[in-house]
């Protein structure tokens, strides 16, 4: 079965500063799409970030970028110049591209963020 | 902000009693999904719809019913409610089965 991997169950970051989180995931497909997802405490569950499987650039959004590795099958979340407003949940998601939508989820990891 | 809306918000049952939760989308997309969410996980897939009355089972799928009569209207039930059934219920709604999954608000159920 797919497994996702969030090793981190809590991070710390300065605000200004820049954190990573770390995801891991085991698949044995060659198809596949990864996100991130935040879940502040409102419990809203917000996309972050997308990335393709078959893109090899990573991808970023505003502050947000990802360090997909396929091969080491590693899809870390940074995130440059923190905010408060960044405080949240933080899940990892993988689902199979020839998937009707069972989205595998990672169990997360709280960010908070000192000011 | 994609328009999802779940009912009721809040809702504390009794052990064995029916439970009904709606999921209601103004996208027309065509993929609408039920999870859960416990401490210590991430959300769990429990029924999934592709399309009006077709559905299918998720990971935790035990315990729960669901049906779907028009595009918009996703509904969840719990026929005997059971306190290990108590959780944060979450709808979501993608236009395909890869496509980026967009969540509703959330419908917290306690039941005693």
């Known amino acids: 079965a797919q497994t996702v991997t969030q090793s981190q169950p809590e991070m710390s970051v300065q605000e200004a500063e820049t954190v990573t989180l770390s995801c891991t995931y085991d698949t044995s497909e060659s198809d596949y799409y990864l996100f991130w997802y935040k879940q502040p405490p409102s419990r809203q569950m917000i996309l972050v970030i997308r990335q393709e499987a078959y893109k090899q650039q990573n991808a970023t959004e505003n502050r947000f970028s990802v360090n997909f590795q396929k091969a080491a099958k590693s899809f870390s979340l940074k995130i440059s110049d923190s905010q408060l407003g960044d405080a949240a949940m933080y899940f990892c998601?993988?689902?199979?591209?020839?998937?009707?939508?069972?989205?595998?989820f990672g169990k997360g990891t709280k960010l908070s963020v000192k000011p | 902000d994609a328009g999802i809306t779940q009912s009721p918000r809040h809702k504390v049952t009794e052990t064995g009693t029916p439970v009904t939760l709606r999921c209601h989308q103004t996208?027309?997309?065509?993929?609408m999904y039920w999870y859960r969410q416990d401490p210590g996980h991430g959300l769990r897939l429990i029924h999934y719809?592709?399309?009006?009355?077709?559905?299918d089972k998720g990971e935790v799928s035990d315990g729960y019913s669901v049906s779907r009569s028009k595009t918009e209207d996703f509904l969840l039930t719990l026929e005997s409610a059971t306190s290990s059934q108590t959780s944060v219920y979450f709808c979501a709604i993608s236009p395909g089965g890869t496509d980026t999954q967009y969540f509703g608000p959330g419908t917290r159920l306690t039941v005693l």
């Open positions: 719809s592709y399309g009006v009355k077709d559905t």
């Open positions: 996208e027309n997309h065509r993929y």
């Open positions: 998601a993988w689902i199979n591209g020839g998937s009707q939508g069972n989205l595998i």
